[in-house]
């Protein structure tokens, strides 16, 4: 049912603190429907929202449902009890809106997702490939470095068994690995290995938010943009184990992380599940000790 990540919204308490940091990403800040959004450049789609409040935390999360689907979610929900709530102050009326079993308001629209901007193909001579003749692709590298996309986002939870049960029994997406007893990653069928996910913690909390950029270049020019611009360092660059992507992560000004990933899997609908006991990165530095810190107030 669940089709993809629309965007996703943080209570922050100093807008201007956050327009400066979601721009220094790589992401265009405006108003829409009186709030402060960013998007990716070239996709006619919102992928962040933010709200003013006295403490930083996960506001909602919007996913995107197949248009002609509303109905058969609207059962899927009733079948659950799961009622229909007003939309939390702050945000949108359109679509349906719910609770998922930590109590986060989750906004479902019944619409296809804005495609992402065009990206050129990465030529590339590695392996056995020797696409690239004749060019210089150190003059190409730096051509289109911006986010492209929203990808996935991953959760904080006290209850990693019932947040599933909920968001793949009830909402239609499916378990597409685990690390066993920290992280579950979900997918929302036939694309991107995962689109969603939860680490295991004391309490409900947003933990990172992640956005494609056109090539491992783009990753590492994007670091090196936050770095020139006096941003605390971050995590990467590395390759992840689950997923497979290239990544790195800056922290947010509250303690909670964005990351720009390339290459990750693409799964389609034989692939099958597993357990692993593996770290998060295939190569590169560990995570910093701050990577799992749940910074968001408990309760
Ligand atoms: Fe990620």
Wanted: aromatic share 8%; glycine share 10%.
């Amino acid at each position: 049912m669940i089709s993809g990540l629309h965007h996703y919204a943080l209570e922050v308490p100093d807008l201007a603190v956050a327009e400066g940091f979601l721009q220094d990403f790589g992401l265009e800040t405006g108003e829409k429907d009186g709030s402060l959004v960013a998007q990716c450049p070239g996709r006619d789609q919102e992928q962040v929202r933010l709200v003013q409040a006295p403490a930083k935390r996960l506001h909602h999360i919007c996913f995107t449902v197949r248009p002609g689907a509303l109905d058969s979610v609207r059962g899927s929900l009733e079948r659950a009890a799961t009622a229909i709530i007003e939309p939390p102050p702050g945000a949108t009326e359109s679509g349906l809106w719910i609770r998922d079993p930590d109590g986060t308001a989750v906004q479902l629209l019944e619409m296809e997702p804005a495609p992402a901007r065009p990206a050129a193909q990465v030529l590339v001579n590695v392996g056995g490939s020797r696409q690239r003749i004749g060019v210089a692709q150190w003059q190409q590298a730096t051509q289109d470095v911006m986010p492209r996309r929203l990808g996935h986002s991953l959760l904080f939870t006290a209850q990693p068994q019932q947040m599933t049960d909920f968001y793949t029994q009830v909402l239609g997406l499916r378990v597409s690995d685990r690390i066993r007893g920290l992280v579950t990653f979900l997918n929302a069928g036939p694309g991107d290995h995962h689109i969603f996910g939860f680490i295991s913690s004391s309490h409900p909390g947003f933990h990172h938010a992640s956005f494609e950029v056109p090539s491992i270049d783009a990753i590492a020019l994007g670091a090196d943009r936050m770095h020139a611009r006096g941003r605390p360092a971050g995590w990467g660059l590395g390759r992840h184990t689950i997923g497979s992507n290239f990544f790195h992560y800056n922290p947010d000004p509250w303690g909670s992380w964005i990351e720009w990933f390339s290459d990750i899997d693409q799964i389609d609908d034989r692939w099958v599940a597993r357990d692993w006991d593996v770290p998060p990165h295939l190569w590169g530095t560990p995570p910093p000790d701050t990577f799992l810190a749940n910074r968001e107030p408990a309760g």
